[in-house]
């Protein structure tokens, strides 16, 4: 039965393979949806997918978690062998081969970007490695590097809402930083009363982003009146720079304001850490350990220069 089952053309997807293997390593949807990246209910639809596709149970109840039937047994090895295949595939697509450019895939994301891309991109120069870059949003930046979607990306993890660790995914802090308020340049410094009163910019509360923000305003005393819910850092800051409220920034990403916007000297809260990701089992490859070490020179250059 279970070598009919498998029989014929099967339109399954990466995706739903990549999920399967998950489920199989980590015993229940829950723990596989965290390793991934995904919602329980993401991971729910990929097993009903592929259930659908194959036409039989790959996975039954057992105690608190789940356990592979035998075609499920059948199908894990030759699902990790066709991911281990499209990843070398790939790998081999962007240029890593002996005697060709090594190319490395940077996920990367506003200020962040600003500040590090270019410095990186020259530092490597006739090193041999192309840096690529890639944009993420920084909220799926974990799922991003353990799916293969990018080699090393650049995230961010806030003390006051930090990431969840991931099976498999190595992180290394690149820099420290506290969130300062940020004013239109010809304002003079506000009170924390007149902060209190006064009209704010923000991301939406449902990201880690907008949740520090909002404990790094609890924390300097008050609940901001929120005026306008906005996403990208650098029009937030534009839109401070119109005098049109306050928003919180770090020194980095202060890189992406007007110079009609400025930080309030004396004004600390709250704070973020860089940092980088990599999958650990391609942290081994050259190339990509040589992408990371330069990343970390370009950071701490950043931290010298802004103390």
Not at 271 to 293: F, K, L, N, T, Y
Request: hydrophobic share 50%; charged share 15%.
């Amino acid at each position: 039965m279970a070598q009919s089952a498998m029989q014929g053309s099967m339109n399954w997807t990466l995706g739903q393979l990549r999920t399967f293997v998950a489920v199989a390593d980590h015993g229940t949807m829950t723990a596989a949806a965290r390793v991934l990246g995904y919602t329980p209910g993401a991971v729910s639809q990929h097993m009903s997918a592929l259930r659908r596709v194959v036409g039989t149970d790959l996975v039954v109840q057992s105690g608190r978690g789940l356990a592979l039937t035998e075609t499920g047994q059948l199908l894990l090895g030759r699902a990790r062998a066709v991911l281990a295949a499209e990843e070398q595939a790939a790998q081999a697509v962007r240029g890593r081969v002996e005697g060709s450019l090594h190319g490395v895939t940077l996920g990367v994301f506003g200020s962040a970007s600003v500040v590090a891309f270019g410095p990186a991109a020259a530092k490597l120069s006739g090193s041999g490695i192309s840096l690529q870059a890639r944009e993420v949003d920084v909220e799926v930046m974990q799922s991003a590097v353990l799916e293969g979607r990018i080699d090393v990306g650049i995230g961010i993890d806030y003390p006051s809402s930090p990431l969840a660790p991931q099976r498999g995914l190595l992180m290394h802090t690149m820099r420290s930083e506290r969130f300062g308020v940020v004013a239109a340049a010809h304002l003079p410094d506000p009170t924390v009363e007149e902060l209190a009163a006064a009209s704010w910019i923000l991301p939406r509360n449902e990201s880690t982003f907008g949740r520090a923000m909002r404990f790094a305003c609890a924390e300097l005393g008050f609940a901001p009146r929120e005026s306008h819910i906005v996403v990208d850092s650098a029009v937030a800051l534009a839109m401070v720079g119109s005098g049109m409220g306050y928003t919180l920034a770090t020194p980095v990403m202060m890189s992406l304001a007007p110079s009609t916007a400025r930080l309030v000297p004396g004004i600390a809260a709250g704070g973020r850490r860089i940092v980088i990701m990599v999958h650990e089992r391609m942290a081994e490859q050259p190339a990509i350990a040589h992408v990371v070490d330069v990343l970390g020179e370009v950071f701490t250059e950043l931290s010298l220069a802004a103390d």
